[in-house]
T-cell receptor, first 115, second 112 residues
Framework: AQKVTQAQTEISVVEKEDVTLDCVYETRDTTYYLFWYKQPPSGELVFLIRRNSFDEQNEISGRYSWNFQKSTSSFNFTITASQVVDSAVYFCALSEAWRDDKIIFGKGTRLHILP | NAGVMQNPRHLVRRRGQEARLRCSPMKGHSHVYWYRQLPEEGLKFMVYLQKENIIDESGMPKERFSAEFPKEGPSILRIQQVVRGDSAAYFC??????????FGPGTRLTVT
């Protein structure tokens, strides 16, 4: 069965601190995709990244970085030098290629960046 | 190229009424997915449609909910005889024949 676990329900950090959001996934498939989405207070879903299971290279995009570790089935997300605008709910998600690409979401981590 | 459009953005219905949620996919996209987000929860898959076909409705409640994606026009998610528990945000996503799904802004349904 496929599953995404975000153990951190809520995190608060002071602005400029670094913060890591954890994500652990379960899948039997060898071909799958992992995602991170941001949901700001306005409610829309903002796509951040997609990573396929064959590409374990870590990725950096500005202040955002992602650490994909197949050995531990984890896909963690780090925000460096956090800003108040980073306050949002962040969802990790999984899609298995043979399951018509439907996306399985974790329950989300609510991130508060305190000024 | 306009993004995925959903309307209405906010919908209020009394218990027992019907709710119709519309989703216009991005131009050229023939795959549509509906997801539901209950308060304080992640999104849950409901149904996957291609033009005139339901491909996977494993996440759809068996009663009162239906979805369609006609040859012409938007995809419709229909909820009959709404109950308070149907209050949620309903997101539509569309994709071309790849794994990329583009999400709409969502429709927030409130049942009073």
């Amino acid at each position: 069965a496929q599953k995404v676990t975000q153990a951190q329900t809520e995190i608060s950090v002071v602005e400029k601190e670094d913060v890591t959001l954890d994500c652990v996934y379960e899948t039997r498939d060898t071909t799958y995709y992992l995602f991170w989405y941001k949901q700001p207070p306005s409610g829309e879903l903002v796509f951040l990244i997609r990573r396929n299971s064959f590409d374990e290279q870590n990725e950096i995009s500005g202040r955002y970085s992602w650490n994909f570790q197949k050995s531990t089935s984890s896909f963690n997300f780090t925000i460096t030098a956090s800003q108040v605008v980073d306050s949002a709910v962040y969802f990790c998600a999984l899609s298995e290629a043979w399951r018509d690409d439907k996306i399985i979401f974790g329950k989300g981590t609510r991130l508060h960046i305190l000024p | 190229n306009a993004g995925v459009m959903q309307n209405p953005r906010h919908l209020v219905r009394r218990r027992g009424q019907e709710a119709r949620l519309r989703c216009s996919p991005m131009k050229g996209h023939s795959h549509v997915y509906w997801y539901r987000q209950l308060p304080e929860e992640g999104l849950k898959f409901m149904v996957y449609l291609q033009k005139e076909n339901i491909i996977d409705e494993s996440g759809m409640p068996k009663e009162r909910f239906s979805a369609e994606f006609p040859k012409e026009g938007p995809s419709i998610l229909r909820i009959q005889q709404v109950v308070r528990g149907d209050s949620a945000a309903y997101f539509c996503a569309s994709s071309p024949q790849t794994v990329e799904q583009y999400f709409g802004p969502g429709t927030r349904l409130t049942v009073t």
